[in-house]
């Protein structure tokens, strides 16, 4: 018998989602120049479904749109929630149309047969995330990725150094650096550092200067997180 | 094998030449065959500050280039003779320096000296990075204000990142912060940074505390490295930073105000 060439599997996968209220191309390609420009390596060859749900115009040109997305280092991969008048534009760009049930895959309305659901759970439970674990200090003009999981730093991030993960960040010593966490979109990511000096803390691309940090908090250990699309610093 | 040490500090002026020649001195003085290799290409300055500028025939880039050998370019202290100067070129600039040409000059000084001193380039680009590639170990010069310590901090990182024993996995580049230009009285009216501070900040051991002094400025106006002045107050604390390099225990001295100057203080001396 031969080798099995390849297997199934229900897996979920965190992107950005472009909710386009309006379009057109000056004010897009503005707005959005504005968005990137916040934090550039955070959206760079970032996969991205837009979604037309709340979009109230009737007249769209689908090719300009996805030229502007892609000028932009941005990666269009489907549309969805797609009023049926822009059906027939979107198949011709060859990008897919998303069911609304399919991007709620995981909600207990999924209409998925029962069997594939199930493999899909058991996916998700065993999925383990790698932590990245730094021992000696992030200097100045470094930088430090921990790609699909958490990133743990046993020292610290100095001033002008940059760290970033896909979840949390955990910190034993002082951050003053950058911060970044969830940087593919995890709004349930944290920071937590021993030391709170930092230049700049993001969870999921919302973002505290130093600046905005309250001064009872600084040097103290806090920990940070999003809630309401507002950034928490608390001590901990 | 020779123990490779590195002075270096990202920024510009902060004392890495003078170091060199006082530590490298320190070393000689001691009893070890030593060598300060200038890395400085194009901005030869470590034979003024060794008072040998009148004796370069030969240069390091002469050397790397296969112009002269080694026993032509360097040149032996009047001082001390187990001290010897490896100069560089004033006419040259740092593409001139390469990886291989570096390591064949440092493995054949490796099999007559016990330490090589890197005098290294400002700024973390080729000349700096050539400096401390082969470095065993690093002295990190660093003024106590804010963007010395933020360029120490940089050149930190890259020694972690692009020296050879970051590259292959060997034991870390052993760091020594060394503090100069330390200024005791104008730390404590809260213009400078303090030796805790910059410990806290940069995170490596300390090795030495130099305090300002006039006589750096006059040893190097004189090419007499400021460690020959056993009765300034600078070269007491290079002494002391090279006893702690070689593993001795030593008090640092220098740290207070008014403790040393209180007999000038009375004499009405600055």
């Known amino acids: ?236 | 094998m020779a123990e490779i040490i590195v002075i270096t500090s990202g920024k510009g002026g902060v004392g890495k030449t003078t170091t060199s020649a006082a530590i490298g001195s320190g070393l000689a003085i001691r009893g070890h065959k030593t060598v300060i290799i200038d890395f400085d290409v194009g901005l030869r300055n470590l034979d003024l500050i060794m008072g040998c500028e009148r004796r370069v025939v030969y240069d390091f880039v002469n050397v790397l280039n296969q112009e002269a050998n080694l026993n032509q370019a360097l040149i032996k202290d009047k001082r001390n003779s187990n001290l010897y100067i490896l100069p560089a070129s004033q006419t040259r600039d740092k593409d001139a320096l390469t990886q291989e040409g570096v390591q064949a000059v440092l493995n054949e000084l490796s099999e007559s000296f016990e330490y090589i001193i890197c005098d290294s380039p400002a700024g973390i680009e080729k000349g700096a990075q050539m400096a401390l590639y082969y470095a065993d170990q690093a002295i990190v010069v660093t003024n106590p204000e804010v963007s010395s310590v933020r360029d120490s901090d940089r050149i930190l990182g890259i020694l972690q990142s692009k020296s050879l024993r970051a590259e292959t996995g060997a034991e870390p580049v052993k760091e020594h912060l060394l503090l100069t230009r330390y200024n005791p009285s104008r730390v404590e009216q809260g213009e400078m940074l303090s030796v805790e501070d910059v410990v806290e900040i940069l995170a490596i051991p300390l090795v030495g505390v130099i305090p300002e002094s006039e006589a750096v400025l006059k040893a190097s106006n004189q090419g007499e490295p400021v460690i020959f002045d056993e009765s300034a107050d600078a070269g007491q604390a290079y002494s002391d930073t090279v006893a702690r390099l070689l593993g001795e225990e030593v008090d640092f001295r220098f740290l207070e105000a008014g403790k040393k100057g209180f007999l000038k203080r009375l004499l009405g001396a600055k």
Do not use: W
Not at chain 1, 120 to 136: D, F, G, L, N, P
Not at chain 1, 151 to 179: P, T
Not at chain 1, 181 to 187: H, L, N, P, R, V
């Open chain 1, 1 to 236: 018998m031969a080798d099995t060439s390849f297997q199934l599997k229900g897996s979920v996968v965190t992107t950005f989602i472009l909710e386009l209220y309006q379009y057109s191309r000056e004010d897009f390609t503005q707005q959005l120049k504005d968005k990137i420009s916040q934090a550039p390596d955070f959206f760079l060859q970032s996969p991205v479904v837009i979604s037309l749900e709340k979009f109230e115009n009737n007249e769209l040109d689908i090719v300009q749109l996805l030229d502007v997305c892609r000028e932009f280092k941005l990666q269009p991969m489907a549309f969805k929630a797609v009023n049926a008048k822009f059906e027939a534009a979107i198949k011709l760009t060859g990008l897919p149309l998303l069911s609304d049930t399919a991007t709620r895959s995981v909600s207990k309305e999924s209409v998925a047969p029962a069997p594939q659901q199930v493999i899909a759970e058991v996916e998700q439970a065993s999925e383990y995330r790698r932590s990245k674990v730094i021992t000696r200090p992030v200097r100045s003009g470094q930088q430090v990725y921990a790609e699909g999981g958490d990133l743990i730093i046993l020292s610290q991030v100095s001033e002008g150094a940059e760290v970033l993960a896909d979840g949390n960040i955990h910190i034993y010593g002082s951050l003053r650096g950058r911060a970044l966490a969830g940087i593919k979109g995890d709004t349930s990511a944290r920071v937590f550092c021993q030391k709170l000096e930092a230049e700049l803390i993001s969870v999921a691309g919302h973002f505290i200067l130093s600046d905005s940090l309250d001064k009872t908090l600084q040097r103290q250990a806090v920990q940070v997180y999003l809630d309401e699309q507002t950034l928490h610093v608390v001590a901990v």
